[in-house]
């Protein structure tokens, strides 16, 4: 020893040891089982997840109620009435009323257009003709109705007089000529068969003499009542069907019906088109709808006319001003397009929200956010 003490510690706890060669001993225990499979908390996990999903699906358990028990479901704003929906512009098919063949095309596929502005038109050359052949007909039918209502000129009546007079003298001639032949035939002077030709030409010329005084007379008279009605009723007929052939030559103009943006262009100049072939599809600038939902129980703080602000994703901080313009009458599932507040298996209303004085920012299909404040006295609580 070197004065040092020396410490002696105890040996270590060992943990059984294998038999060395030769050796003999116990058996190993066998692993635990509770090591293996899986934890029992996520057994029991997977069946509370199990019985809750079976639960909800045979309607035993609401959804929207425990929602409404969430603690922050107590602090929303139930001072607007949130409804989310798309933007509903309406669309003209525009057309020609008459066929024709395309001489113009004034706007292409995105380009602006105001109300009655020219955007197409015909050949006009056909319709100018039925234009100019209607004006003829109708010019000459009122020449003939102008002339039954002036009635006979007074040369016209003079001339009937004439004639009178010259059928009164062949009278008397044939007269005269019929007694010379029937005073010879006494003597048996004359052959019975000029006698005849001088009776027969007595008795004509009387008869002459009274049609031509029937003809003085209707001469004095002018035409009848009927035939005036009738040339009447043929003149309005012309001016209708001028009316109508200016129709169709105002109809080769194809207009604009209000203010928007050409679409779609289906026909280029030179094609021959037939009435109500689309040419054109027209977006309009207004009105713009926007079509929405709202659940049965705010449906009672919405009524027509309630101002309400539209939003876009595109623009939160510019909303445009609307008013609601229609609401539904009857109950409808929730379209698989719309989201609302509410499950989709609850019954909504299809509200129609007209947006006022739109700055074309709104596009066809755009969804947007439509803001509606409760009346006071009416905010329900949660």
């Known amino acids: 020893m070197n004065g040092t003490l020396a410490v002696e510690r105890p040996p270590a706890a060992r943990g059984p040891q294998a038999p060395g060669p030769g050796q003999s001993g116990p058996p190993a225990p066998p692993p635990s089982p509770s090591r293996h499979g899986p934890p029992r908390i996520v057994i029991l996990l997977l069946v509370l997840a199990a019985a809750g999903g079976g639960a909800w699906s045979f309607g035993f358990l609401d959804v929207g109620k425990i929602r409404d028990r969430l603690p922050w479901k107590a602090k929303e704003d139930r001072s607007t009435i949130v409804m989310l929906g798309n933007v509903d512009v309406r669309q003209v098919n525009l057309a020609f009323k008459v066929d024709g063949r395309i001489q113009a095309l004034a706007v292409d596929e995105g380009d602006a257009v105001k109300a009655g502005s020219v955007i197409a038109s015909l050949d006009r050359r056909y ?28 040369e016209e009546i003079a001339q009937a007089r004439a004639l009178v007079d010259q059928r009164a003298a062949e009278v008397h001639r044939a007269q005269v000529d019929f007694r010379r032949s029937e005073n010879l035939l006494e003597r048996q002077s004359v052959s019975r068969q ?39 009723a043929q003149l309005a007929e012309a001016d209708a069907e001028l009316v109508r052939i200016d129709r169709r030559l105002a109809d080769s103009r194809l207009i604009a019906p209000g203010d928007g943006v050409i679409l779609t262009r289906a026909r280029e100049v030179g094609a021959i088109v037939q009435p109500g072939e689309v040419v054109f599809t027209l977006t309009l600038a207004t009105p713009v709808w926007v079509r929405t939902y ?7 703080d919405v009524r027509p006319g309630a101002e309400v602000e539209v939003v876009t994703d595109s623009r ?16 409808e599932f929730t379209p698989k397009t719309v989201e609302t507040p509410e499950l989709r298996t609850q019954l909504v ?17 755009m ?11 009416e905010v329900s609580t949660p």
């Open 127 to 154: 319709f100018d003709d039925e234009v100019r052949t209607a004006k003829a007909r109708r010019d000459a039918l009122a020449a003939t109705l102008a002339r039954l209502e002036h009635g006979s000129r007074p």
């Open 194 to 232: 000029e006698y005849d030709h001088d009776e027969a030409a007595a008795r004509e010329a009387v008869a002459q003499l009274a049609y031509a005084r029937e003809a003085l007379r209707l001469a004095e008279i002018g035409p009848r009542v009927e035939d005036i009605a009738n040339a009447r």
């Open 294 to 300: 709202i659940d049965e129980p705010d449906l009672g």
């Open 316 to 331: 939160p901080s510019s909303p445009c001003r609307g008013h609601v313009g229609y609401i539904s009458p009857t109950a």
């Open 349 to 365: 209303y299809r509200v129609r929200v007209v947006v006022d004085n739109p700055d074309g920012g709104l596009r066809q299909g």
């Open 367 to 377: 969804p947007v956010t439509v803001r509606l404040p409760r009346p006071r006295g």
